[in-house]
């Protein structure tokens, strides 16, 4: 279609172009590396318009420091950028370090720079179109820099061909938007496309967590406030701060994961990875939670500058980094382990009525899990371990009567309200069976409707869960040991895990240059895919430093058997067994969950209830 | 159900015309004893491939099923076959019509119990089958004959999964791969294959198959038919069959008048082509318009005229051509291929996608 | 439909056909479709319809239903149910003097039986077999079934006042396993051949990857006492191996790997009948003639791994057990166990054996129980299902287990039966 040019040196102007296509993709890339130019200028208010996805407009306008007349003029050069004094590229502390924004949008499009530097009472403009410069001349404008790029990739039609719909490309540069608004709550961000505002976040103070959600909830939604909670965690000068969405709370896909190092909005597979070890407990392996994490490091702990457009990170240590993102996770998801999502609570309530209700406070954990249990009771809802029925129910009944008179057996339904004695228990006090499936408590300020067989499968998870951390996992001895090729780094990665891997189950063997053979292998995976699981470690090795898969192969085992050995729904449950199934959810972490990240339990608040009839 | 039999019918049935060097590539390997385990046979779609496929298998099976009986050796050496030609009356083709030769899989996509719908890949489970199909011996005792159509509707664990069978072949086993887009499997599926690539049909010997399936046209009918299959005689008869120069003419006439457009004559295309039964016109609709956007296309980058067949085309290029660059024609084609295979994914009202098509068209010329 | 119809007329008449639904996908109903063929392949004329019925009969006889229920029994086991191709739904039926043989297969396996019949007309059809079993098994004790089939119709079968019309397909269609040329024939007696493959089924892996362990090894090995014949399933935790007195011919034999399928659907014969069983072999095919019942099966095409390199030869720690109170012991204290590691730990010493489970969940348990062992002592872990698995094919009173160490393999072996021998690797915790 092109004619084939003449061998030429290539001029200053086409370095530019060539880079403008690494760093400049599409207009996203654009809107990124602008609006990361006004934050770095300290920016409080960011206004952003697209027009025709980008391609006719992209118009990026700050109250930031602004620049003088020099700096204007070295602003549009090639890496000239007042951001890494002595070319310290160690050192890198604001988002756009390399300095190629500018002259590389300005190589490729008709570039308009407006600015007024704090301060100063005169304001100057500089245009740039395809790589040439004009003169600094006098202009009107406030405080602040405006930014404006027109007909972008008009010098390289080639790129222009691989632009997608505007839609699509406005789509895309919203989401860099809302990335970099979460990660500065403090600044207000508006965009639009010249006709209309699509995206607005006023600003909300400091970076104090809740600002932070309060910002997330403008981004995410507000069932996210409601479903979230907070990670805030340090160690060894690495600090992990953000919001993390309950299980409860989870998506089909893993979009909805953000992730900031350093305020730099990154997409890292270690990252994604560590995310999905921390709640692989608690969610079915096509569930994927909604976060927001941010992690400070010191500068020099990490290297952003292994791709122009920066979404990959690269860590000095990253295991601490896994090490962190993991720990913080589980801890703050087993501290909510008792809060079911209110998104359940509020959805059955929005079913009842056609308005909306509004979501009921989320139910706050007592401080610890166990303290508000008498000691004896709390050793009989161990002791009644599954299934309720039987000999074993019946020594914790002796329990039960003796340390609660309130809790005699009963008839069902439980007779009269009268007493509240059950407020004391977080779970409350049963006070009946519905269909046979499920328990209905009464709260000090609403009643609880618990799933009995999700519950108690859940009970019986953690339980062998439990078993399985606290003693080696028991191994079958292959009487045929199972040679498996692999690629040699593959081979020696897994072969270095090998202590850990035994302590799973699995002991493995080097096998000659790319091979390992397997001598024994989990007992409760019977005879299974050797190969197949070997090698898919090996992949998980490769990508994200943890060998998942046997992890999640074992859990499968647990759950299916957890299932099996529930308390099937349409079993009637005697009163004081309802009972000690609550109190047993209370004594364990986790329970607000089944283990495929369902709730076990509602709750409902009496002013919904008193709502719902129309008394507020 | 994953019943394959409807093309298995057809590709047996039908006779393969002019791709006697890729016949005779075969054959060689076969007379020679150099026969690879694995065959990837590409080209354009209507060529013939699942064709000689099922050519290939149906020799493979039926030469197997002589050297097996106790006749042949009394000959001493058994004379190099000429031919990948199996009679009709042998019973091996009997069997594989039927489909009930223990030695023939075929691997197409698969219906998905649960939504009773033809899946859009073919997925992990139905080339599985083909592990265990290698994993015991011969129903009739002589060679196993895997067919993968199309090999490109395989989803990255399936083409995973093939690769298994691919490194350790068994003994005595075939594969042959069908593609219409080589380029889209796997690196490592494809340097594993011999590959035969199947070229398009001169007009002359596409005209010829035209004329003995559909003698009542006339000559200047079987050449635009020809040269719209752009020499795939598959392609050619469908056209053939489903009114295609009809549909043909209707397209063009239509973009003849723009940029102002014919709205009475398009609703009436539009609608004629949204009913369910229709569907087959409607795909041929899609293939010629298709067609037509991208010698277009060619032309406005390269000047290329259309066929001499297709003579109408060329005045229709010197009108509209020139009206866009050549990259606002290519953002047009992708924005419409992206709309047509959307709309099959989602089940779009396929008259909003004519209008669409045809509003674009209009919108900018 | 309308399409389906069209091209197969044309395919019939070997002309080019409709092409244009390569790319539709469109899926036409396997009933449907055998359906057309058979009328196509069986073109009704209408106008003769009534003259000269006898003569055009295609096939005809006559049968008890008892003996016919029998043998629909025997064949429609390997029949899937669940079938997309038409065909691969029908048992052949073969009319020729005075017998009838019925065919079913399923591809990968093949059953024969040829039953007396009072055959009025030679001739061969297949017919759905589930359906024609379902029929059959209504009919009354004892009636006579006349099954007949007249050009261009479908199967008539008719007893007393019922009368059916099964859809049919021409015998050409029906898949062929063709035995080739066995060499290799022996004969087993009914008991024999019950005993090799009880002993070593339960020990075939499920596995599907490790394909070539999806089965039972026939071979002949090479012992001290000369050439017997012998049957070995490992899944990689145990293996089983059983031994035979060579039988005449089958000296020279290649080794064979039996799928686990054909293992089931002979063992299920092998109970109905008793004498000798004739087994003919290549290294491809099997075929078990029992009476005038024939299974013809297809091999797993792998080679079995070499199993002799992990049985033990030196373990020298004795443990002779009474074999009822041992399983008895091992099945009383895994009731404790509810994990599906089920590991059950022995703990031997001087003539007592301690076993016990404990279980994170539900407590322990602990049993002694009087033993035969002199050595040191030893612990050592099982699967206790495994452990039972093995025990249960134990015929004779006591058992001795051959020990070496908690890592090692141990032997497991019938005081009874010596030609039996079991091994079983650990478990570790």
């Known amino acids: 279609m092109q004619q084939a040019g003449i061998i030429q040196k290539l001029s200053e102007r086409t370095i530019n172009r060539i880079a403008a296509g690494e760093v400049v993709e599409r207009p996203a890339s654009a809107v990124k590396e602008l609006v990361e130019n006004a934050l770095d200028a300290g920016a409080t208010r960011v206004d952003i318009v697209l027009r025709d996805g980008g391609r006719e407009l992209i118009s990026v306008s700050d109250d930031g420091c602004g620049m003088t007349a020099d700096e204007l003029v070295l602003a549009v050069e090639r890496h000239a950028t007042s951001k890494l004094a002595d070319e310290d590229l160690v050192n890198i502390a604001t988002l756009g370090f390399r300095g190629e924004a500018l002259a590389s949008i300005g190589s490729v499009a008709h570039l308009t720079v407006t600015s007024r530097a704090r301060g100063s009472d005169s304001a100057w403009v500089v245009q740039v179109d395809g790589g040439k410069g004009q003169a600094v001349q006098p202009a009107g404008h406030g405080n602040g820099t405006r930014i404006e790029v027109r007909d972008l990739f008009y010098a390289t039609p080639a790129r222009l061909k691989f632009m997608k719909t505007a839609r699509a490309e406005y789509g895309q540069a919203q989401d860099v938007i809302k990335r970099l608004a979460m990660a500065y709550p403090g600044a207000a961000f508006t965009l639009g496309d010249g006709k209309r505002t699509t995206f607005k976040a006023p600003a909300v103070g400091s970076l104090a967590g809740d600002a932070r959600l309060e910002r997330l909830g403008v981004i995410l939604g507000r069932e996210f406030r409601d479903n979230a909670v907070e990670i805030n965690a340090e160690r060894e000068g690495l600090k992990l701060t953000g919001f993390a969405g309950l299980p409860t709370y989870s998506r089909g896909t893993s979009s909805q994961q953000y992730l900031f190092v350093n305020g730099r909005p990154v997409k890292d597979r270690l990252l994604l990875g560590a995310v999905r070890g921390a709640y692989q407990d608690f969610l079915a392996r096509n569930r994927h939670p909604v976060l927001a994490l941010f992690l400070d490091v010191p500068p020099d702990f990490v290297d952003v500058n292994v791709h122009p457009a920066k979404a990959e990170v690269r860590f000095r240590d990253a295991g601490l980094v896994r090490g962190l993102i993991v720990s913080s996770l589980r801890h703050a998801l087993s501290a909510a382990g008792h809060r079911a999502s209110t998104t359940v609570a509020g959805a059955a309530l929005g079913a009842m009525r056609p308005e909306n209700l509004g979501n009921p406070l989320p139910w706050s954990p007592p401080g610890g899990e166990r303290t508000s249990l008498p000691k004896g009771l709390s050793d009989a809802s161990f002791a009644s371990q599954a299934p309720y029925a039987g000999q074993t129910y019946d020594n914790s009944q002796a329990h039960f009567t003796s340390s609660d008179s309130l809790m005699q057996p009963s008839a069902r339904p439980v007779e009269a309200e009268g007493d509240i004695g059950g407020a004391d228990y977080p779970l409350g006090t049963a006070r009946g069976q519905l269909h046979a499936t499920y328990i209905v408590s009464q709260i000090a300020d609403g009643l609880i409707i618990v799933d009995q067989h999700a519950a108690h499968e859940r009970l019986v998870y953690e339980r062998m869960k439990k078993a399985l951390a606290d003693k080696k996992v028991a191994r079958q001895v292959l009487l045929l040991p199972e040679v498996v090729e692999l690629e040699e780094t593959s081979a020696a990665r897994l072969i270095a895990r090998a202590g850990e891997l035994e302590a799973m189950g699995l002991v493995v063997e080097a096998f000659g240059d790319g091979a390992v053979v397997v001598r024994e292998v989990p007992a409760m995976l019977g005879d299974t895919d050797i190969k197949g699981l070997v090698r898919d470690m090996a992949d998980e090795l490769t990508d994200m430093d943890e060998a998942l898969s046997l992890k999640e192969r074992l859990g499968d085992v647990c759950g299916t058997m957890a299932c099996h050995g529930s308390v099937r729904a349409g079993r009637r449950l005697s009163v004081p067994e309802m009972n000690a199934l609550l109190r047993e959810m209370e004594a364990t972490p986790h329970s607000g969950q089944c283990n495929h990240g369902r709730p076990t339990y509602v709750e409902l608040k009496l002013t919904d209830i008193e709502k719902l009839f129309g008394r507020r | ?365 | ?429």
């Open chain 3, 1 to 429: 439909m309308r399409v389906a119809h069209s091209t197969v007329l044309k395919q019939c008449s070997g002309q080019w056909i409709r092409p244009n639904f390569i790319d539709r996908g469109e899926v036409i109903p396997a009933q449907v479709l055998g359906a057309i063929l058979c009328t196509l392949k069986n073109p009704a004329q209408d106008s003769q319809r009534h003259k000269y019925e006898e003569e055009r009969q295609i096939m005809k006889f006559t049968i008890e239903r008892n003996s016919l229920l029998k043998t629909l029994n025997h064949v429609q086991s390997v029949v899937e149910r669940r079938n997309t191709i038409p065909i691969l739904s029908n048992v052949m039926l073969e009319a020729s003097d005075d017998m009838v043989a019925f065919t079913a297969t399923d591809l990968d396996i093949a059953v024969i039986e040829n039953t007396p019949a009072n055959v009025a007309v030679k001739g061969s059809i297949t017919v759905p077999a589930h359906t024609l079993h379902d029929i059959v098994r209504k009919l009354p004790d004892g009636a006579e079934v006349e099954l007949s089939l007249a050009e261009g119709e479908r199967l008539t079968v008719k007893a007393g006042r019922s009368r059916f019309q099964l859809a049919c397909l021409p015998k050409e269609d029906f898949p062929v396993m063709s035995a080739g040329d066995l060499p290799h024939r022996f004969k087993l007696m009914s008991e024999e051949l019950k005993r090799l493959i009880d002993k070593a089924r339960f020990a075939i892996s499920t596995e599907e990857t490790r394909y070539y362990l999806n089965g039972i090894y026939l071979h002949v090995a090479e012992g001290d006492s000369g050439s017997n014949l012998r049957a070995v399933a490992t899944d990689g935790h145990r293996l089983a191996q059983v031994e035979q007195e060579m039988p005449d011919g089958a000296m020279g034999m290649p080794g064979v790997i039996l799928p686990r399928k054909t293992v089931g659907e002979v063992r299920k014969l092998v109970d109905e009948f008793e004498g000798g069983v004739d087994i003919s072999l290549s290294d491809t095919k099997v075929r078990f003639t029992f009476d005038s019942t024939t299974v013809i099966s297809k091999l797993i095409d792998g080679t079995f791994p070499d199993y002799t390199r992990v049985i033990p030869i030196g373990n020298d720690k004795m443990l002779e057990m009474d074999c009822k109170v041992f399983a008895e012991a091992v099945d009383r204290v895994s009731t404790i166990s509810s994990d599906k590691t089920r590991s059950v730990k022995l703990s031997m010493d001087s003539d007592v054996l301690t076993l016990s489970v404990t279980s994170p969940d539900s407590g322990t348990a602990t049993e002694e129980v009087v033993a035969g062992y002199q050595a040191d002592a030893l612990e050592i872990g099982f699967n206790s299902r495994y452990l039972l698995d093995i025990l249960q094919q134990i015929e004779g009173d006591s058992v001795q287990v051959q020990l070496a160490d908690p890592q090692s393999p141990t032997i497991l072996q019938d005081q009874l039966d010596e030609a039996a021998l079991y091994v079983l690797m650990p478990m570790r915790v």
């Open chain 2, 1 to 365: 159900m994953d019943d394959n039999r409807p093309e298995l019918h057809l590709h047996m049935s039908s006779k393969l015309v002019g791709q006697e060097g890729a016949e005779r590539a075969f054959l060689d390997a076969y007379n020679d004893d150099k026969l690879q385990h694995a065959w990837l046979i590409s080209g354009p779609k209507g060529v013939g491939k699942a064709t000689l496929a099922y050519k290939v298998a149906c020799f493979m099976l039926a030469s197997s099923a002589e050297g097996t009986s106790a006749g042949a050796s009394l000959f001493g050496d058994a004379i190099s076959p000429d031919s990948l030609t199996v009679d009709d009356n042998n019973p091996v083709k009997q069997r594989i019509i039927s489909g009930s030769h223990g030695d023939l899989m075929v691997i197409n996509r698969s219906v998905n119990v649960k939504t009773g719908k033809l899946r859009n890949d073919i997925v992990v489970d139905d080339v599985r089958k083909l592990s265990k199909f290698y994993s015991q011996t011969a129903s009739e005792g002589g060679w196993r004959v895997a067919i993968i159509d199309a090999a490109d509707e395989m989803n990255i664990n399936a083409a995973n999964a093939l690769l298994k069978n691919l490194e350790e072949p068994p003994e005595k086993a075939l594969l042959l791969l069908v593609s219409h887009a080589p380029g889209r499997l796997l690196p490592t599926i494809r340097s594993r294959c011999r590959q035969l690539a199947l070229k398009p049909l001169g007009d002359d010997a596409v005209v010829d198959i035209l004329r003995s399936q559909y003698p009542a046209l006339n000559d200047s009918d079987y050449k635009t038919l020809a040269a719209l299959s752009g020499g795939a005689p598959g392609r050619a008869l469908e056209l053939a069959e489903g009114d295609g120069l009809g549909l043909y003419g209707r397209i063009t006439s239509l973009m003849m008048t723009l940029p102002r457009l014919d709205i009475p004559a398009l609703h009436q295309l539009a609608d004629s082509l949204a009913s369910i039964k229709a569907d087959s016109d409607y795909r041929l609709f899609r293939a010629l318009f298709q067609d037509i956007m991208q010698r277009l296309i060619r032309f406005s980058a390269t000047g290329q005229v259309a066929p001499a067949a297709l003579i109408a085309e060329n005045q229709l290029f010197e009108t509209l051509g020139p009206t866009r660059g050549v990259d606002q024609w290519l953002d047009l084609w992708e924005k419409m291929a992206e709309q047509f295979t959307s709309a099959d994914a989602v089940n779009l009202d396929r008259k909003q996608i004519l209008l669409t098509c045809f509003g674009k068209l209009a919108g900018r010329a």
